[in-house]
């Protein structure tokens, strides 16, 4: 493993999945944000909601209440997600969903994984068909 300075794992890791995080006419605007807060807090995830691609790092535990509050927040249920796990591993693999398969559990997904969820996850066929 290397480690470059200032390249972001949010950044790098969609990018080599296939996913960029703005592209013309698609999305314009991306936020990084965690998915694991202190215990207690109250997250307030409809901050995020008008943001055209979100990325979230270590949000596969809290998942399926991340994806409830953003649909709850005003997000399409039908909305593309993709979790990146062990991104630039030779291990790697992205699971595609949707926003309602997640809040419903039923996309099964381990740590370590980058989550992004926008339009722009559709763009990962067209842009790396080989991706599977």
């Known amino acids: 493993m290397e480690l470059v300075p200032g390249v972001s794992s949010a950044i ?10 703005t592209y013309r006419n698609v999305s314009q605007s ?8 202190r215990e207690g807090t109250n997250d307030a995830w409809d901050r995020y909601a008008a943001v055209d691609t979100l990325v979230i790092l270590m949000g596969v535990k809290n998942r399926q209440t991340i994806a409830r509050a953003l649909i709850a927040a005003g997000r399409p249920s039908r909305e593309s997600v993709a979790f990146i796990y062990r991104g630039t591993l030779d291990e790697e693999q992205t699971v595609e969903s949707t926003l309602a398969e997640v809040a ?8 370590p994984a980058v989550l992004v969820i926008g339009e722009v996850v559709n763009l990962r066929r067209l842009l790396r068909p080989s991706a599977t």
């Open 104 to 111: 419903a559990g039923k996309v099964l997904v381990r740590n």
């Open 30 to 37: 991306f936020a990084v944000i965690t998915g694991h807060c």
């Open 12 to 21: 790098a890791v969609p990018g080599l999945a296939g996913i960029p995080l």
